[in-house]
C-alpha cells in the first residue's frame, strides 16, 4: 500500500521555465511534509519541508505547496536550471510515525537548454 | 554541516555471506535510520533507531538486523546475502525532538550487489 505516491516517473522541462512535481498522499496521520533531490550515486538531500498548519513554503526558487483537503503537495521550481536535474522524493511524516518518513517512489527531471 | 559517512560506496558478495554495512554520523543525532532504494520503488525503510541500543523494524526488516552500541554509529547486517538484497544502501540520521527530527540527513549510500 503506497502511502505517499508520485504519479509522474519523469518530467522533461526547458531551462528558464517552471518545473511542477507534484505529489498525493493517502494517511491523513501525516502532518509534515518534505522533498527530497537526489544527484546519482549520492545520498538525497533535504530540499524544503512544510508543515500541515501551512499551506506554502518558499525558500527561494523553490515552493511548496500544500492541499490539506485533496491531500496532494507540490513542488514548483522557477525558473528551472541545468543543476535542477535530478530525482526528487516527497516524503511524509506525522504524529506517532517516531520521526519516520514514508517516501514517494521519485520523479527524474530533466532541465532541458 | 552534518555529515553522515558509510564505510563503503560498493561491496560485492556473495549469496549467504554475512555483510555488515556501516554508518556514522557526527551531529549527535538521536534517529539514525536504514533505507534501501530500488528502482520504481524509492526509498523503503528497513530498521530505524531512536537511541542507544534501541531498534524499530521498518517496512522491509526481513532478512536484516542492526545494531547500535554508541549513538553516533549504526550498523545493519544481512545474515545470510540473497541476491535480492542487491540493492543502493542508504543510512540516515536527524535530532530527536520536534519538527526538525524529520529532516533526515542521509548518507552517500553503498552500492550492494550479491552474486
Known amino acids: 500500500d503506497q502511502q505517499v505516491k508520485q504519479n509522474s516517473p519523469s518530467l522533461s522541462v526547458q531551462e528558464g521555465r517552471i518545473s511542477i512535481l507534484n505529489c498525493d498522499y493517502t494517511?491523513?496521520?501525516?502532518?509534515?511534509f518534505l522533498w527530497y533531490k537526489k544527484y546519482p550515486a549520492e545520498g538525497p538531500t533535504f530540499l524544503i519541508s512544510?508543515?500541515?498548519?501551512?499551506d506554502k513554503n518558499e525558500d527561494g526558487r523553490f515552493t511548496v505547496f500544500l492541499n490539506k483537503s485533496a491531500k496532494h503537495l507540490s513542488l514548483h521550481i522557477v525558473p528551472s536550471q541545468p543543476g535542477d536535474s535530478a530525482v526528487y522524493f516527497c516524503?511524509?511524516?506525522?504524529?506517532?510515525?517516531?520521526?519516520?518518513?514514508?517516501f514517494g517512489t521519485g520523479t527524474r527531471l530533466q532541465v532541458t537548454l | 554541516d552534518v555529515k553522515v559517512t558509510q564505510s563503503s560506496r560498493y561491496l560485492v558478495k556473495r549469496t549467504g555471506e554475512k555483510v555488515f554495512l556501516e554508518c556514522v554520523q557526527d551531529?549527535?543525532?538521536?534517529?539514525m535510520f536504514w533505507y534501501r532504494q530500488d528502482p520504481g520503488l524509492g526509498l523503503r525503510l528497513i530498521y530505524f533507531?531512536?537511541?542507544?541500543?534501541?531498534?524499530e523494524k521498518g517496512d522491509i526488516p526481513e532478512g536484516y538486523s542492526v545494531s547500535r552500541e554508541k549513538k553516533e554509529r549504526f550498523s545493519l547486517i544481512l545474515e545470510s546475502a540473497s541476491t535480492n538484497q542487491t540493492s543502493m544502501y542508504l543510512c540516515?540520521?536527524?535530532?530527536?525532538?520536534?519538527?526538525?527530527?524529520?529532516?533526515?540527513?542521509f548518507g552517500p549510500g553503498t552500492r550492494l550487489t550479491v552474486t
Open positions: 512544510i508543515s500541515s498548519i501551512k
Open positions: 540516515a540520521s536527524s535530532p530527536g525532538q520536534g519538527a526538525s527530527s524529520y529532516e533526515q540527513y
Open positions: 533507531s531512536y537511541d542507544v541500543k534501541m531498534k
Open positions: 516524503a511524509a511524516g506525522g504524529t506517532g510515525t517516531a520521526s519516520k518518513l514514508t
Open positions: 551531529m549527535d543525532h538521536e534517529n
Open positions: 494517511n491523513s496521520m501525516f502532518d509534515y
